[in-house]
Every structure is written in C-alpha cells, then in structure tokens.
C-alpha cells in the first residue's frame, strides 16, 4: 500500500479516501494509513495461520488408523 502512495506522490498528487478520514499530505493521515495497513497485514497473517492448522489438523487425522 505504501508503494501505491508513493507512486502518487511522486506524480504531484495525494492520495484522499473519501469514506474514511485519510488524507496522505497530512501527518495524521498517513499515520492512520500506516495503522490500517498493518491491521490488514495482520489479519491476513491470522487467516493464513488458521488455514494452516486446519491443513495441520486434517493431515494428522489422515495419517491416524481409523477403528
């Protein structure tokens, strides 16, 4: 995300989220940018981790002689 506001910046613009109270020239405004890009890094690391526990989960109850 940060490389996408850079790549505006560097065309002269900023970058202002209309629905949320972002606006990249400010100080505020990137540190709330900063902030929700790392909550979405974040939560994809927790959805990431999750699925690999279920992979974990059913790979064992695979291996397991059944009754």
Do not use: C
């Not at 996408?4 to 540190?31: C, F, P, R």
């Not at 929700?36 to 695979?62: M, P, S, W, Y």
Request: proline share 1%; aromatic share 8%.
């Amino acid at each position: 995300m940060h490389k996408l506001v850079a790549m505006i910046e560097e065309e002269g613009a900023t970058l202002n989220v209309l629905n949320q109270v972002i606006d990249s020239s400010t100080s505020s405004g990137k540190l709330m940018f900063s902030m929700l890009g790392a909550f979405a890094e974040f939560e994809g690391d927790l959805i990431n981790d999750r699925v690999q526990e279920i992979r974990f989960i059913r790979f064992t109850k695979k291996k397991k002689p059944s009754n």
